[in-house]
């Protein structure tokens, strides 16, 4: 493909091969010859946000915003920050409108700041696209913002474009969307009965019937009790419903569920503690502290459930969801506007262990966006509980200096065996490839460190750097 713009103000974009790896000449050998043994592993992308329309459709993306900006909350959220309305770049409301805005216009916006997300990871997944999936060889930039958006928007109307040459393209091997109990998973049946090789597979994200403190949680319930033919009203129908949406998940793929709860609480109710909590949920007369072990409650329901039909739970906490209330009521959910927030784990999460840490087939992933928790609580906690596994950076986290703090700081407790390699967890498909490529230089710099302190031999570093690039996301996940 031919070089983005003809500005003569524009610099080179290269992607240097030695990027993200030690200066130190002894480590940086190492960790190149680490990196040349995983750095064409298949991909295994076991939790992320991709829409499977586009692999169910197959319909070529529409441009270079609506690919690149309107789904990525990482990208606008920064924009916003420094002052352009998410208006003005066309992000969908809450009504379902948007504003009328030329997407040329919207990226000419993105490219005149593209120098705001210098250093951050979204500018290294950007150039890692712009340059190895539409072969572009100048920075953006203001002067080439329309050349850049041409070239985008121009090759995705060709057929290599589409979602499934993109998806064999980036040499994925599996890929697991995210859907709430309600969704029909239509999309995923039409994947599995296209006849397309593509794997891609859902995971149960029951939060929306599960948080009574979510917006739509009485509309929610009522649609899972007509979906489920189930009295969803009483606690046992309810329970009954959530075993057979999970069963359902199971048979289009699905080898986890999600939770993304505010706080890691969990309880341990008798039953008719539970049932009378339940039926104060479903009335709505409920106070902050009963919706909290209301939810943490259904942690433990999950967890047995998930000892019967085997499916792996992901426990997503401490983000404060929606934190700008203003443009939370005009545009919605995800809007680049949730913070992380402190998060304990070591006493919210006894009631759940205290019944089902032992169970050798439990598996339980712990995320966490409380940093300080890596070595203090989730180290131990996953270097002694058998059914604990840690989950990768994640979110404001999934960056190098994330992924190397993770490292450092939960090796000596949970070594590398209790963590599960990387997630992705996107939305920006074209970015997948990127984002493991980060994990993989990252991972393969931190052990040629350990090598080069003769903590560990070059072969056991090998090994490792394959396990966690590939072989530890299939374990953990049951892929
Ligand atoms: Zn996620």
Request: aromatic share 10%; charged share 25%; with cysteine.
């Amino acid at each position: 493909m031919s070089l983005a713009g003809n500005s003569s103000q524009s610099k080179p974009l290269v992607l240097d091969e030695n990027r993200l790896f030690a200066a130190d000449p002894a480590q940086r050998a190492i960790a190149r010859r680490l990196y040349a043994q995983v750095a064409q592993l298949p991909i295994v992308s076991p939790h992320g946000h991709t829409d499977p329309s586009w692999f169910a459709g197959n319909a070529p993306f529409a441009n270079a915003a609506e690919l690149l900006l309107v789904p990525d909350h990482y990208v606008f959220r920064m924009l916003y920050s420094q002052g352009v309305p998410l208006d003005a770049l066309g992000i969908p409301r809450r009504d379902g409108t948007r504003a009328e805005v030329d997407p040329r216009e919207a990226w000419r916006l993105f490219a005149e700041r593209f120098h705001l997300f210098r250093g951050t990871p979204s500018s290294m997944w950007l150039n890692h696209v712009f340059h190895e999936v539409f072969g572009l060889r100048q920075r953006l930039d203001a002067g080439n913002a329309d050349a850049y958006y041409d070239t985008i928007t121009e090759a995705l109307q060709t057929d290599t474009f589409r979602p499934r040459a993109l998806f064999e393209r980036f040499n994925i091997e599996v890929i697991a969307t995210t859907e709430s109990p309600l969704d029909p998973l239509t999309h995923h049946a039409a994947i599995r009965d296209s006849g397309w090789s593509g794997r891609v597979i859902t995971a149960y994200r029951p939060d929306p019937v599960i948080d009574p403190e979510h917006e739509q949680f009485p509309s929610a319930l009522q649609r899972f009790g007509e979906i489920t033919g189930e009295d969803v009203h009483t606690w046992e129908g309810y329970l009954r419903a959530h075993r057979q949406r999970r069963a359902f998940f199971a048979s289009l793929g699905a080898t986890s569920t999600d939770h993304g709860h505010p706080d890691c609480t969990t309880a341990d109710l008798p039953v008719d503690e539970a049932r009378k909590l339940f039926d104060k949920i479903v009335r709505g007369q409920f106070s902050a502290a009963e919706a909290a072990t209301f939810r943490g409650q259904m942690l433990t329901e999950m967890a047995a459930m998930s000892l019967d039909d085997g499916l792996v739970m992901q426990l997503h906490p401490g983000c404060f969801r929606n934190h700008n209330q203003g443009l939370f009521e005009k545009f919605g959910r995800d809007k680049g506007a949730d913070i992380p927030v402190r998060t304990e784990y070591v006493h919210a999460l006894k009631p759940l262990l205290d019944r089902f840490g032992n169970e050798p087939d439990f598996r339980l992933i712990l995320f966490t966006l409380d940093e300080s928790t890596y070595s203090r609580e989730l180290g131990p906690l996953a270097g002694h509980y058998p059914c604990l596994l840690l989950g990768p950076a994640w979110w404001f986290h999934d960056a190098p200096e994330g992924m190397w703090r993770f490292r450092e700081q939960t090796l000596s407790t949970a070594g590398f065996y209790n963590t599960v390699g990387f997630n992705d967890d996107t939305r920006a498909f074209l970015s997948i490839p990127a984002r493991h490529d980060v994990a993989r230089r990252i991972d393969c710099a931190f052990l040629a460190k350990l090598v080069a302190e003769h903590r560990l031999d070059e072969d056991e570093a090998v090994e490792v750097a394959v396990d966690l690039a590939y072989r530890l996301p299939k374990q953990a996940y049951k892929l």
